[in-house]
């Protein structure tokens, strides 16, 4: 049985500059260089974090136990050789105040992290993924 087809389309813009995505969607910029726009790779990062950060507030929030502030930091380590993939990641949730509660939030990262997360499932199985949950108060 087939699943869900995404298909997204970017158009070069010069240099190692990529603009496009998903028709009808709005756009997202991708610079090989960095300079303009994340690369690839950081993007890569980017989107892991978003992927797992909303699994994370989705969850909360049924739980009614969203936080003031919320932030997903993402580190990649990447091979010296080619393909330079990256061959570790540490993910970082840093939940402040509101009604966040570590139970919870301990639950809503754990849940992102071992079921729901489609960018964390996407990624190569020798990648270790590991992360750490901070709760700061008000």
């Known amino acids: 049985m087939a699943g869900e087809v995404k298909q997204v389309a970017l158009e070069w813009t010069g240099g190692l500059r990529f603009r496009g995505g998903e028709a009808g969607r709005p756009p997202i910029l991708v610079d090989g260089d960095g300079l303009e726009a994340p690369g690839p790779m950081a993007g890569l990062l980017a989107m892991l974090a978003a992927c797992t950060g909303a699994d994370v507030v989705s969850i909360l929030e049924k739980m009614r136990a969203l936080p003031a502030r ?11 050789e080619h393909p330079r993939y990256y061959t570790e990641v540490r993910l970082v949730f840093v939940l402040e105040g509101g009604e966040a509660e570590e139970a919870k939030a301990r639950r809503a990262v754990e849940l992102s992290m071992e079921k729901y997360c489609s960018v964390v499932h ?3 199985q020798d990648i270790r993924v590991t992360h750490e949950l901070r709760l700061v108060p008000d």
Not at 70 to 80: D, I, K, M, P
């Open 70 to 80: 919320f932030r997903v930091e993402a580190e990649g380590t990447r091979r010296e």
């Open 122 to 124: 996407s990624l190569r």
